[in-house]
């Protein structure tokens, strides 16, 4: 990106099993000169701690809506006007019902109320979840918002078994957060 001042990644990670995937997704996009922050749900960090987020990305990680912060800001608005891209990755079922209702009862979801930033998902859940028609009307109010989807793909799930749910390819993720950003 040259001596331009870095495009800045809100990445959002939630509680899926695909978790780990989401330290791919962050080397990449810092290899392709994009700053990413992450900010991780609280069931998030039962998966992984946040520690390994703040390694890869250099930058702290945040979670709690009520942190008390390094230094005084209201956080969700810093972070949501510093961002040129929200990427929720992995997203879950979850997540996706709390967006789609408005509810900002986290970080995450208050951030993404607050930014006037773009906002990429990239569902990843078990096939049943992700086809319940729930989820399915979520996704659709979202995409009729304005919110982009990338994904899932079919591939092996948790279960062992294979199906739509997977999240999508890390290239296909990159991909699109640089076409949008």
Same mark, same amino acid.
């Given at each position: 990106?040259?001596?331009?001042?870095?495009?800045?990644?809100? /990445?959002? #990670?939630?509680?899926?099993?695909?978790?780990?995937?989401?330290?791919?997704? /962050?080397?990449? /996009?810092?290899?392709?000169?994009?700053?990413? %922050? #992450? $900010?991780? %749900?609280?069931?998030?960090?039962? &998966?992984?701690?946040?520690?390994?987020?703040?390694?890869?990305?250099? @930058?702290?990680?945040?979670?709690?809506?009520?942190? &008390?912060?390094?230094?005084?800001?209201?956080? *969700?608005?810093?972070?949501?006007?510093?961002?040129?891209? $929200?990427?929720?990755?992995?997203? =879950?079922?979850?997540?996706?019902?709390?967006?789609?209702? !408005?509810?900002?009862?986290?970080? &995450?979801?208050? +951030? #993404?109320?607050?930014?006037?930033?773009? $906002? /990429?998902?990239?569902?990843?859940?078990?096939? @049943?979840?992700?086809?319940?028609?729930? =989820?399915?009307? @979520?996704?659709?109010?979202?995409?009729?918002?304005?919110?982009?989807?990338?994904?899932?793909?079919? !591939?092996?799930?948790? @279960?062992?078994? +294979? !199906?739509?749910? *997977?999240?999508?390819?890390?290239?296909?993720?990159?991909?699109?957060?640089?076409?949008?950003?």
């Amino acid at each position: 990106m040259g001596a331009e001042q870095k495009k800045e990644v809100i /990445l959002g #990670v939630t509680a899926s099993i695909s978790i780990y995937k989401a330290c791919d997704i /962050l080397r990449r /996009l810092t290899s392709e000169g994009f700053s990413v %922050t #992450v $900010v991780m %749900t609280r069931d998030a960090e039962e &998966l992984i701690r946040p520690i390994v987020f703040q390694s890869l990305s250099g @930058n702290k990680v945040y979670s709690g809506l009520f942190d &008390l912060p390094r230094d005084y800001e209201i956080e *969700h608005v810093a972070l949501a006007d510093r961002a040129d891209l $929200v990427l929720i990755a992995p997203a =879950t079922a979850n997540i996706i019902a709390k967006i789609s209702a !408005g509810l900002c009862d986290d970080l &995450l979801t208050c +951030i #993404v109320c607050a930014t006037k930033s773009p $906002v /990429l998902i990239a569902p990843a859940m078990n096939e @049943n979840m992700y086809l319940n028609r729930l =989820t399915q009307a @979520n996704i659709a109010k979202l995409k009729s918002l304005g919110y982009k989807m990338i994904g899932p793909a079919k !591939g092996k799930l948790a @279960n062992g078994k +294979i !199906g739509l749910g *997977h999240l999508a390819s890390i290239e296909d993720i990159v991909r699109e957060v640089k076409k949008r950003i």
